[in-house]
């Protein structure tokens, strides 16, 4: 199996387009965007993701909110 393993992309400083990525699953390991951002931007992956918040992605939020927006 093969994995990318992004983290630290903070996108709120600077926009990117979702790398191509040769990997059979992508891990985004943290401080990626505010979690509702980064769910959006991880959609335009085409392998499965697994999204492991970091410290950036409860900034001015708490983690009950975080936590509820994958089943939004």
Known sequence: MRIALLSDIHLSVNALPFPGV??????????????AAAIEWA???PVPVVYVAGNHEF????SQNCVSLPAR
């Open 22 to 35: 040769d990997a059979d699953v992508v891990v985004l390991a943290g401080d990626i965007s505010r979690p």
């Open 43 to 45: 959609k335009s992956c």
């Open 59 to 62: 900034y001015g939020s708490d």
